[in-house]
């Protein structure tokens, strides 16, 4: 598929070669919450807003990748109110989009990022880039108890990290539709074909199962809200230990986060 750019981000600064970049996954199509990442979320910001603002503190080139589908122009149009460039591709075929993706920016090793975690840590987020930075693996993520990658869990506070050529060789070795949808699971999948990697979670979340901060649905998004408004009133800087803090002082948030997960199983 031939890359398709917005023409203001075609001479953007990052188009020349850049070994590590940030690539963030969004559109406006979820079938389970349509529109999600271009809602009212905090103080009319949208959730697309707060993580552009939020991973151009690493000081690493950002793109977003979204789709052909011309929904996604509102999309393309906050990322320009932001200066980050943006690759449409394949709705469907989200592996292929993050390839052409890191081709045409020149990303030899991507950080990705979806665009439905809104509670991102950023420590987690300068740990993540730092080490894969300077590691050999084909994918470094998170890992909770029995290694399961955070990307399979319902916490949302973590990205994960993979190179350019695993992706190109994943999508080599399967056709499988599962594995074009969801980008890196073929790879930290067979970590006899890849070199996988991950770093421990923060313990304070390390056999949590109770905490859903990832987002799919209108209860999602509504619970989200009003835990983002309480804990900015009392720290704008938060990070994950004072989102668990805040969650331990409201239980009632936590019964509602757990219907949530038993909802929507991962």
Excluded at 178 to 188: A, M, R
Excluded at 189 to 217: E, G, H, Q, Y
Aim: glycine share 4%.
């Amino acid at each position: 598929m031939r890359p398709i750019t917005l023409d203001t981000t075609i001479n953007c600064k990052y188009h020349s070669m850049s070994q590590l970049g940030i690539i963030i996954q969004a559109r406006t199509g979820s079938t389970r919450l349509p529109e999600k990442v271009i809602r009212p979320f905090y103080h009319k910001q949208t959730i697309l807003d707060l993580l552009f603002e939020k991973v151009k503190k690493l000081n690493l080139p950002v793109v977003l990748a979204t789709t052909i589908n011309p929904l996604d122009d509102r999309l393309c149009t906050l990322a320009v109110k932001h200066e980050v460039p943006v690759f449409r591709g394949s709705e469907d075929d989200v592996l292929d989009r993050f390839i052409q993706a890191g081709r045409l920016f020149k990303f030899s090793k991507i950080i990705r990022i979806c665009a439905d975690n809104p509670f991102l840590d950023l420590s987690a987020l300068e740990i993540l880039a730092d080490q894969f930075n300077q590691s050999n693996a084909d994918y470094l993520g998170y890992r909770l108890d029995g290694n399961k990658p955070s990307i399979l869990t319902h916490f949302g506070f973590w990205a994960e990290a993979v190179r350019l050529d695993a992706l190109e060789k994943a999508a080599g070795l399967t056709l499988e539709k599962l594995y074009h949808e969801h980008v890196t699971n073929f790879i930290y999948s067979n970590p006899t074909l890849f070199n996988v990697k991950f770093i421990a979670a923060d313990p304070v979340v390390f056999s949590r199962t109770d905490i859903r901060l990832t987002m799919d649905t209108l209860e999602d998004f509504k619970m989200q809200v009003k835990i983002v408004d309480a804990i900015s009133k009392e720290n704008i800087n938060f990070g994950l230990r004072d989102i668990v803090s805040w969650l331990d002082k409201h239980p009632e948030i936590l019964d509602r986060m757990q219907l949530e997960i038993l909802r929507n199983q991962k």
